[in-house]
């Protein structure tokens, strides 16, 4: 049996990516119009990915006819509209190795990258739990 391509690349993100769009600039409800101008993807490409994207558990979209009608959280968090706790505690990895990077002090530039390392490895798994309680409770 022949592997199915990923349809969340051509398909199904740029569908969630437009949809968001349009709903956060106050464009009004996408319809299947709207899309498939937004996207460049064929009525049937539509049909499946919103088919896909609202039928994901959680939803990433809530869809009534051929109308977006919201956007969840999930699916917020994923496009980066809304901060998700590991792709914060990644950001912060990142704006340490790169303060490491530039560092010209020696014992500085070490413990920039030392915990650069650690919040990519044996940490993150903490600051990701302590970041997604906080932001739970915002």
Do not use: C, H
């Amino acid at each position: 049996m022949a592997e199915l391509p990923s349809t969340w690349a051509p398909r199904d993100l740029p569908i969630l990516t437009a949809a968001l769009r349009r709903l956060d600039t106050g464009e009004g409800f996408p319809d299947l119009g709207d899309l498939e101008r937004d996207t460049g993807l064929s009525t049937e490409q539509i049909w499946a990915g919103l088919n896909a994207l609202k039928t994901a558990e959680p939803p990433y979209l809530v869809v009534q006819g051929k109308v977006v009608q919201a956007v969840s959280e999930r699916a917020r968090r994923e496009l980066g509209t809304w901060p998700a706790a590991d792709s914060l505690v990644d950001a912060l990895a990142a704006a340490f190795a790169q303060a490491a990077e530039v560092e010209k002090e020696p014992e500085k530039k070490q413990r920039l990258r030392a915990v650069a390392d650690n919040l990519g490895g044996a940490l993150r798994d903490i600051a990701v739990a302590v970041i997604s309680k906080r932001l739970g409770e915002l």
